[in-house]
C-alpha cells in the first residue's frame, strides 16, 4: 500500500467533495472512510485511476451519511448530481484548502491541527503527540475546528496572515516530526507568494528556503541531532540559500519590515557565515531587537538571550535569561549552554538533565541527556570542576 500515494490525493479529493455542496465536517468523515476502504481493496484490486476511486467512494460514503440524516429530503438534490464514473479532471486546490482550514475564527493551534488532518493526513494519534496532548484532547479540538469551518464557502477570501502562521507551524511540523510535510509547505508557500503581493509572503518563502537548505546536516548518521555550530556547512544547499537570500533582499527593500523577513534575515546571517566562529552575532542580535518589537514573543526574548551570550559573552546571556520566566520551553536548555560557556559545567550538567525531562521530541531529549552525560564525565576525569 502506498501511503504517500494516499496522503498526496487526499486534499484534492476532499476538495472535489466541498466543491459539490458537501460541508467540510462531513466531506473530510467521507474522505476517511474512503481511506480506509483504499486501504482494504487497494492491495488485492488496485485501480486504474486512484483519485477518480477515492473521489467516487468518498462521495458515495457523503451521500449515505446525507440520506440518514435528518435533513434528507433537503439534500435529496445532491444525489441526482452525481457524475458519471471515469477520470476525474486533475486540478491542485490545496492552498484554496488551507485558506479554508485557517479560518479567521480558529486559534492557529487549532488550525494547523485540522490541517495536518485534512490536508496532511496525519492521523489524531500523531497530531496529539506532536502537540504532547492527549488524543481524545485533540480529537475533541479537530471536531470544534471542523464544526467552525463547516458551511464556510469554499471560494471565501481568506486571511493570508493566518495562512501564513499555518503554513509556517505546518512547516515546523514537517521539518521536526515523522512526516514530511516541510517539502510541500514550501511548494505551496511559493504558489501564494505568486499569487499575493506581500513582504510577508515573501519573507516566509524565504526563511522556509534558509531552514530547508540546511536539512541534510542536522541529523548524524544515528539520528542524533547536530547543533547549528557543529554542522558541516558543506553539506547546506548553496542553491537554496542563494534563492532565500535574493528574495529576502527584494521584501526587505520594500520597507515593511513583518516578523517572517525578521526571521528569515537571522537565518540568512547564519547561512551566510563560513564558519559558526565568523557569525555575525551582533547584527543577530539587532535583528531580534526588531522581532520583540513586532511580536513581543517570550520565546524570542529567549533566542535573544541566547544571541546575546554569544555576542557579549555568557554572562550578559544569563543576565538577559535571568529577566524571562524559567517555565519557557527551551529556557533550561539555554541556561545550560551558556553556563556551559561561563565555566560552570555542574550547572550546565544540572540545567541539561532538566531540560532533557522537559524536551518535546525523542531526538531532543538524547541530544539533552548526551550533553548532561559529557559534562558529568568530565568532572568525574577531573577535566573539569
Known amino acids: 500500500m502506498d501511503e504517500a500515494l494516499l496522503r498526496s490525493l487526499t486534499p484534492s479529493v476532499l476538495t472535489v467533495l466541498v466543491r459539490r455542496g458537501a460541508d467540510f465536517a462531513a466531506a473530510e468523515d467521507a474522505v476517511q472512510e474512503a481511506l ?46 452525481e457524475p ?19 479560518h479567521p475564527s480558529l486559534t492557529p493551534s487549532s488550525a494547523v491541527a485540522l490541517t495536518l488532518r485534512a490536508v496532511g493526513g496525519l492521523t489524531t494519534r500523531q497530531i496529539a ?67 499575493v503581493d506581500h513582504p510577508e509572503v515573501a519573507g516566509l518563502l524565504a526563511l522556509m528556503l534558509l531552514h530547508h537548505a540546511r ?6 548518521p544515528d539520528g542524533s541531532l547536530v547543533p547549528l555550530a557543529e554542522q558541516d556547512r558543506g553539506r547546506w544547499d548553496t542553491a537554496s540559500i542563494a534563492e532565500g537570500i535574493a528574495i529576502l533582499q527584494a521584501a526587505l527593500a520594500r520597507d515593511r519590515l513583518g516578523e517572517f523577513q525578521a526571521q528569515a534575515a537571522i537565518a540568512a546571517l547564519h547561512a551566510d ?12 542580535v539587532e535583528w531580534y531587537d526588531e522581532l520583540v518589537r513586532l511580536t513581543d514573543s517570550p520565546v524570542v526574548r529567549l533566542n535573544r538571550a541566547v544571541a546575546v551570550g554569544e555576542a557579549d559573552g555568557p554572562r550578559a ?10 517555565t519557557l520551553p527551551r529556557h533550561a536548555a539555554a541556561a545550560a549552554y551558556l553556563h556551559e560557556r561561563a565555566g560552570d559545567p555542574r550547572t550546565a550538567a544540572r540545567l541539561y538533565a532538566e531540560a532533557a525531562h522537559q524536551a518535546s521530541s525523542l531526538a531532543e531529549r538524547d541530544h539533552l541527556t548526551r550533553q548532561a552525560a559529557r559534562l558529568n564525565a568530565r568532572r568525574r576525569t577531573g577535566a573539569g570542576p
Do not use: H
Open 36 to 81: 480506509v476502504e483504499a486501504v482494504r481493496v487497494w492491495p488485492d484490486d488496485p485501480p486504474r485511476d486512484p483519485r477518480g476511486w477515492l473521489i467516487t467512494v468518498a462521495w458515495r460514503r457523503f451521500l449515505d451519511a446525507t440520506r440518514a440524516d435528518t435533513a434528507r429530503r433537503r439534500r435529496e438534490d445532491l444525489a441526482d448530481r
Open 84 to 102: 458519471a464514473a471515469g477520470p476525474a479532471p486533475s486540478t491542485d486546490d490545496t492552498l484554496q484548502l488551507y485558506f479554508l482550514c485557517a
Open 129 to 195: 503527540r506532536a502537540y504532547l496532548v492527549p488524543e481524545a484532547t485533540m480529537a475533541q479540538r479537530i471536531s470544534r475546528a471542523k464544526r467552525t469551518v463547516s458551511g464556510v464557502r469554499f471560494d471565501r477570501p481568506g486571511d493570508v496572515a493566518t495562512v501564513l502562521r499555518v503554513l509556517y507551524l505546518v512547516f515546523n511540523e514537517g521539518y521536526s516530526g515523522d512526516v514530511d510535510l516541510a517539502a510541500e509547505a514550501i511548494r505551496l508557500t511559493r504558489r501564494l507568494a505568486a499569487a
Open 215 to 220: 536539512r541534510a546536516s542536522r541529523t548524524a
Open 273 to 284: 557565515a563560513p564558519t559558526a566562529a565568523e557569525t555575525d552575532w551582533v547584527q543577530i
Open 317 to 326: 546571556g544569563l543576565a538577559a535569561l535571568a529577566e524571562l520566566d524559567d
